[in-house]
């Protein structure tokens, strides 16, 4: 008996230890996701946007994005961009402030910014591509710089939208 109750309290201890020590395959299968920020400077001055993190998770949301769609450009809470000095994005001047960013679904391969601030609303064209790239699984918005000019760019899948903006 005595080597029974071993035998139970070892197989016992094994499998606690395997279940404690091994994800669970949703876990394993599960993308970081949550808050993201992306930020630069430019002249001593911050450029960032807060946003939500979506996985794909086989699904390719841009794609089926109708004409005319405005998405909030991440998930759950609203993303946030926020500049400390003013913009030109082409001809477009965004003020320094703090705006909410959405993405709206133009026709065809059309894409735009919307900034929003104060009830108002400010459209700014992206340059869209889609290619072989590496595929970006959970939504990801870059910025960079590059001495007074800058770049925001959305991935996601094999979609990357992308406006350039230079400081007044």
Do not use: C
Request: glycine share 10%; no cysteine; proline share 3%.
């Amino acid at each position: 008996m005595y080597f029974g109750g071993m035998v139970k309290l070892v197989l016992g201890i094994a499998l606690m230890t395997v279940m404690l020590g091994t994800p669970s395959l949703s876990a394993q299968n599960s993308q970081p996701s949550g808050r993201g920020m992306s930020s630069i400077t430019i002249k001593d001055k911050k450029i960032s946007i807060d946003y939500g993190r979506p996985s794909m998770q086989g699904r390719d949301m841009l794609a089926m994005a109708p004409e005319g769609y405005v998405w909030r450009m991440g998930k759950d809470d609203d993303t946030a961009f926020s500049t400390d000095i003013d913009l030109m994005f082409g001809d477009i001047s965004v003020a320094k402030g703090s705006y909410t960013a959405e993405t709206k679904h133009g026709k065809a391969d059309s894409w735009s910014l919307i900034l929003s601030s104060d009830g108002k609303k400010i459209e700014i064209p992206f340059s869209y591509n889609k290619s072989g790239q590496d595929h970006v699984e959970v939504f990801t918005i870059e910025m960079k710089n590059s001495g007074n000019k800058g770049t925001l760019t959305a991935l996601w899948g094999s979609h990357r939208l992308t406006a350039a903006f230079k400081v007044k």
